[in-house]
């Protein structure tokens, strides 16, 4: 290409009145001299004449050719296609069908390398995670499906033909053109989360149960609610969507069919295995809510109200119970043991999230209180029915004689003690926390004047119910020892120990609440780096009485007391009580 002055009008040549040369056209245009050259040479705006001297002309048509392929330009086009347009050999509306469409392919990539971006400025990505991220960018829709979909096939082999496994397919991440961040650091995790060689694992176990007990007449199958290993086509209800919402649920029925029911079938019963679900979280957390113990005899009410709503949906599946017994809770227990999969939940989840669905919260602290409750009770009524026969061997002949006002005055010598703790917490030590996962310090100041409270008021016929509320107030060290008091009062009243409170002698009663308020006096100076100076023959007198009330206890996640921790030689009866009851004994100097 030559270089091409702009010429100067000569002095003896009047300008033609329609042809422009290209300092006029750049002017008019407010393109550069050197950018309509170029174009002229490829085409675009050709001169119209040359002068003698081989100056390039143009006529007014080249100011809009111009004016287009700038416009065209700015939007993207190529130079040869802006060529085609103007002279007419390509349709403009059909190239700019075209472009838009490449347009709109190229924002959502952008949209993406902006979602990505962010995420990693947030969580402070690494240059793994960059790397994944990136990976993640460059995949198409298909690719990224292709990932989760193997994975599945993989995890489920030869029983991912079954309607949990057709659930599971029909669900598949689809991150949407314009992903959120989180929906973005969803599928990080899920690519990740499907690489667990645990997770498939459990989708396997998941399947493999939910095949054997497929129900033999298709027609009473409920729909996979996508992500229940336990329930699948007969749907139980019991980890029931796994935590992954009913969003996903509806999702994978949709896509899923069992082939002899219709859809509007297979919705309305995975509907009702969703319903199921609500329910027994609902009756659950209430009691969860309520500060009732799974392990504890009033827990069976709780039990024997979700069973009787599970057991109809058990209709038509091999072995099926018909009604509440050690059947029906061993098959409702294995089934939410089965659920009780963190990685399954969490896949369940993150597919929700990308889809842009609801989430269900965690099912983990409604089931694992569920499961307690279950093994605690594996038949109706059970744990109440072992405690009745403790209280019983009270009174049968041959047994020890009570231990009379000597019971009430050690558990007066253990309040003294834990007044003592008491007195020495401050309120900058009350965020502090103690070997109870759920409390800190002031949290377990609260309870040990509810656990006061509420033993004084079954004393006395007239139980608190304000669980819920601040009972330390401005003084929690005021607040234990009128607590305390009321203790005392009620323990000490004449004949309290030898009156019945339902199953149970009153002296039970004190001794319950004795061990009590030695295992949280323990965890109180734990807490707040105090030695208990509890009386060892005290601690040694109830260990048997711990030892018999509490020794048959499951010990899992959702129960009162973790599994019995080892001692270091040589400790104390409150260490070894401690450790009985779930804690963990560290021997200090």
């Not at 993989?154 to 079954?162: F, P, R």
């Not at 991150?175 to 959120?180: E, K, M």
């Not at 599928?187 to 396997?204: F, G, I, K, Y």
């Not at 996508?226 to 649920?249: L, P, Q, S």
Request: glycine share 8%.
């Amino acid at each position: 290409m030559h270089s091409e002055p702009v010429p100067a009008p000569a002095p003896d040549l009047a300008p033609d009145p329609v042809l422009l040369t290209i300092g006029a056209v750049a002017e008019r245009t407010g393109l550069p001299v050197k950018l309509i050259r170029h174009w002229s040479d490829l085409g675009i705006a050709p001169p119209a004449d040359r002068t003698e001297a081989g100056y390039r002309r143009y006529g007014p048509e080249a100011v809009a050719r111009l004016d287009l392929a700038r416009t065209l330009r700015d939007l993207g086009l190529g130079l040869s296609t802006i060529r085609d347009v103007l002279d007419r050999e390509r349709d403009l509306p059909e190239v700019a069908a075209v472009h838009a469409d490449a347009l709109e392919a190229r924002i959502r990539t952008l949209r993406l390398r902006q979602a990505v971006l962010r995420s990693v400025a947030r969580r402070g990505a690494d240059a793994a995670e960059l790397t994944a991220l990136d990976e993640l960018v460059r995949m198409s829709a298909a690719e990224r499906e292709a990932i989760v979909r193997a994975f599945v096939a993989e995890a489920l082999g030869d029983v991912g033909t079954s309607s949990f496994g057709r659930g599971l397919l029909a669900a598949m991440p689809e991150l949407p053109a314009d992903p959120t961040a989180e929906q973005v650091d969803a599928w990080c995790e899920l690519s990740a989360l499907v690489r667990d060689p645990a997770l498939a694992a459990a989708l396997r176990r998941m399947a493999e149960y939910a095949a054997r007990y497929a129900p033999a007449d298709a027609s009473t199958a409920h729909a996979p609610t996508a992500g229940n290993g336990a329930e699948d086509g007969h749907g139980t209800g019991t980890g029931a969507e796994d935590g992954h919402g009913a969003g996903a649920g509806s999702q994978a029925q949709n896509g899923s069919q069992d082939g002899d029911g219709s859809q509007a079938e297979d919705r309305s019963q995975a509907e009702a295995a969703e319903r199921l679900t609500d329910a027994w979280v609902r009756r659950v957390s209430a009691a969860m809510d309520g500060c009732l113990a799974p392990d504890s005899p009033a827990a069976d009410a709780v039990v024997t109200a979700v069973v009787a709503e599970w057991l109809p949906l058990q209709s038509g599946t091999p072995g099926a119970p018909d009604r509440d017994g050690p059947a029906a809770r061993a098959r409702l227990l294995e089934q939410l043991e089965m659920a009780a999969d963190a990685r399954a939940e969490r896949y369940w989840q993150l597919v929700c999230v990308i889809n842009g669905l609801p989430v269900r919260p965690s099912l983990a602290p409604a089931g694992a209180w569920l499961i307690t409750a279950l093994r605690t009770n594996p038949t109706p009524g059970a744990r109440a029915t072992a405690l009745e026969a403790l209280y019983d061997g009270d009174a049968a002949p041959g047994a020890p004689e009570p231990p009379g006002t000597g019971l009430v005055d050690a558990f007066a010598s253990v309040l003294a003690e834990v007044e003592r703790l008491v007195t020495a917490v401050g309120p900058d030590r009350f965020g502090d926390p103690t070997p109870c996962a759920d409390w800190d310090v002031r949290a377990l100041l609260d309870h040990l004047v509810w656990e006061n409270l509420i033993w004084a008021g079954l004393a006395e016929g007239s139980p608190p119910t304000d669980h819920g509320a601040d009972h330390l107030g401005a003084d929690p060290l005021a607040a234990f020892r009128a607590a305390a008091s009321a203790t005392m009062t009620a323990f000490r009243r004449p004949g309290m120990l030898e009156r019945r409170y339902g199953p149970a002698p009153g002296r039970r009663l004190v001794e319950q609440l004795l061990i009590e308020v030695l295992v949280h006096g323990w965890d109180l100076a734990m807490a707040t780096g105090q030695r208990p100076g509890f009386a060892e023959e005290t601690v040694e007198a109830v260990l048997p009485s711990v030892r018999e009330i509490y020794g048959a206890l499951p010990r899992t996640p959702g129960g009162s007391f973790a599994p019995e921790a080892p001692v270091p030689d040589g400790s104390s009866a409150t260490d070894r009580l401690a450790a009985f009851l779930g804690r963990r004994v560290v021997r200090t100097p």
